[in-house]
């Protein structure tokens, strides 16, 4: 079902996210606390872009059952 898919992004977004602060931490660590950034904000930008945009589009164009089988078989989404 689409909300199941939804959960997938949502947990998608937040491994995105964490991966970069896993690596910035480990090169923190690496480098003896120096305060540098190891990406710079136009990489973050893109990376963030390709990794969020792809997914979400999918997610907007995804269609699980045409509306009238929604009608016919009201317990298909009887747990959203």
Same mark, same amino acid.
């Given at each position: 079902?689409?909300?199941?898919?939804?959960?997938?992004?949502?947990?998608?977004?937040?491994?995105?996210?964490?991966?970069?602060?896993?690596?910035?931490?480990?090169?923190?660590?690496?480098?003896?606390? /120096?305060?540098?950034?190891?990406?710079?904000?136009?990489?973050?930008?893109? =990376?963030?872009? &390709? *990794?969020? !945009? #792809?997914?979400?589009?999918?997610? /907007?164009?995804?269609?699980?059952?045409?509306?009238?089988?929604?009608?016919? =078989?009201?317990? &298909? *989404?009887? !747990? #959203?």
């Amino acid at each position: 079902m689409s909300y199941k898919r939804s959960a997938k992004l949502s947990q998608f977004v937040v491994h995105r996210g964490m991966i970069i602060s896993m690596i910035q931490a480990i090169f923190t660590v690496v480098y003896f606390a /120096v305060a540098i950034q190891i990406y710079n904000g136009f990489l973050i930008v893109g =990376y963030t872009t &390709l *990794y969020t !945009t #792809l997914p979400i589009l999918c997610l /907007v164009l995804d269609e699980d059952v045409d509306m009238s089988k929604v009608h016919q =078989y009201p317990a &298909l *989404y009887k !747990t #959203l």
